[in-house]
């Protein structure tokens, strides 16, 4: 079945610096992709998406990277912040409706 | 923007027993809402889908007799866990999609609810 999946499960960085998580997705009728930010015990919080139709998507100090080719997806943090720490999800919608498949997930940890 | 609310955030059950949990959409109508399950420090996994006024549809190896699902409004979806047992102890989380975005739009996603069977 479609599956998405991660590089690293566990990503350390300095504030201040730039993060990238990545994500492989295997389902190459996906038409939608949506990076969400996960804090302990709280539910997915939505930080950007991008439909397949782009490459390249930016928002406040994130951008998403999309590579149909490859099938491959990336979310980059600019100035990473002692607030982004959490694990980041990347999900995937198939063509048809809106269940969401969600990748393995990736623990983002700033050093102050 | 869309609000997602879940109700309880925790609940201690006892082996046997049943426990609801609510997904309330606050500020649009649900059409479509998503239950998933997580356990710790993994990914979301999704045991079904729930469309108001009709039955829900299970993922494979989710047990519908076992995670009773309503959808009786708009929204408003319940989620029953019958006869807990210890290993039914998960993170459940839903989602709701049908806000005021474009169809296609980000789901909106509760803050989960913490159950815990002894």
């Known amino acids: 079945g479609e599956s998405v999946g991660l590089h690293l499960p566990t990503l350390s960085v300095q504030e201040g610096d730039n993060s990238i998580i990545n994500c492989a997705y295997s389902?190459?009728?996906?038409?939608?992709f949506i990076w969400y930010k996960q804090e302990s015990g709280k539910g997915p919080q939505f930080i950007i998406d991008?439909?397949?139709?782009?490459d390249k998507r930016q928002g406040q100090r994130v951008t998403v990277l999309l590579n149909k080719t490859v099938k491959h997806l990336s979310l980059q943090i600019a100035a990473t912040q002692p607030g982004d720490s959490a694990v980041y999800f990347c999900?995937?919608?198939?063509?048809?409706?809106?269940?969401?498949?969600f990748g393995g997930g990736t623990r983002v940890l700033v050093k102050p | 923007g869309a609000v997602v609310s879940q109700h309880p955030s925790r609940v201690i059950c006892k082996s046997g027993t049943s426990v609801k949990i609510e997904c309330r959409s606050l500020?649009?109508?649900?059409?479509?809402m998503f239950w998933y399950r997580q356990f710790p420090k993994q990914s979301l996994m999704l045991m079904a889908t729930?469309?108001?006024?009709?039955?829900?549809?299970?993922e494979q190896g989710v047990e519908k007799d076992k995670f009773l699902i309503n959808h009786a409004s708009l929204t408003l979806s319940t989620l029953t866990v019958t006869s807990a047992h210890p290993e039914d102890s998960s993170f459940y989380i839903c989602?709701?999609?049908?806000?005021?975005?474009?169809?296609?739009?980000?789901?909106?996603f509760g803050n989960g609810t913490r159950l815990t069977v002894t």
């Open positions: 989602s709701a999609v049908g806000g005021p975005e474009t169809v296609g739009s980000p789901l909106h």
């Open positions: 389902n190459s009728a996906s038409d939608y």
């Open positions: 991008i439909r397949s139709n782009m």
């Open positions: 999900a995937e919608r198939g063509a048809a409706g809106n269940k969401l498949t």
């Open positions: 500020d649009f109508q649900a059409t479509t």
């Open positions: 729930s469309n108001e006024g009709s039955k829900a549809t299970y």
